[in-house]
């Protein structure tokens, strides 16, 4: 929930970029109808949207018993403004100006809180942690992205299955028309240089021409 005409765009872009699925509302009337609605791993609030402030909305929602994680995100950097704004339900703190990677990282660390326990997926001797996004072969790991981790979350879920461009797209994209041929290929180029890391020639992604691409490797 964030009102600036141009850090709320370039917010959502950014997180997007990174896998998440985002909703943006610009004002308190907008937040608080969203959270009504749909359900949310992480919650990040400015203090000062207008409409209905964000402090208010915090504590209508805690008074409703939402359990939602909530970060603050304002201008109000004083002392006072962080320990007010923690004490009035908020589970972490963030002030302008700030550097994307720390949001990002912050964001994450909240839906790890939140998170119930997911379990590992695997294909043979490869395996995809959700809980720390990593994929591993026995004690080599890498760390992926958000957007590939949702394209090797399908890969693995779907080993040995040619997965189209649309599947892709649907997979890995909020909104999957901004997914390009070349874009795609960009992100699966990445991914097939992780795998090459951790696996060798023991897994790869294949390019079926004209169609997409498939996991293949030892099932065993």
């Not at 963030?94 to 590992?120: H, Q, T």
């Amino acid at each position: 929930m964030e009102d600036d005409p141009r850090l709320g765009p370039a917010l959502v872009a950014g997180l997007r970029e990174e896998g998440l699925l985002v909703d943006h509302a610009q004002d308190g009337h907008e937040a608080d109808l969203f959270v009504r609605d749909r359900r949310y791993d992480v919650i990040i609030l400015d203090r000062l949207l207008p409409g209905v402030s964000g402090d208010e909305l915090l504590a209508r929602w805690r008074q409703q018993r939402l359990t939602t994680p909530v970060l603050l995100l304002t201008a109000l950097d004083s002392v006072g403004d962080r320990v007010a704004g923690l004490r009035g339900g908020a589970d972490d703190y963030l002030c302008k100006p700030f550097a994307f990677a720390e949001l990002l990282a912050r964001v994450e660390a909240l839906a790890r809180r939140s998170a119930a326990p997911v379990a590992d997926l695997t294909f043979g001797a490869l395996r995809l942690e959700p809980s720390t996004r990593r994929l591993r072969v026995g004690d080599r790991a890498v760390t992926l992205t958000g957007r590939e981790y949702a394209l090797m979350e399908l890969f693995i879920r779907h080993p040995g299955q040619v997965m189209t461009r649309d599947q892709i797209a649907a997979a890995a994209w909020d909104e999957p028309w901004e997914a390009s041929d070349n874009l795609i290929e960009a992100h699966v180029k990445n991914l097939r240089r992780k795998l090459a890391l951790v696996a060798g020639d023991g897994y790869r992604l294949r390019t079926v021409r004209g169609v997409g691409y498939v996991l293949e490797g030892d099932r065993s």
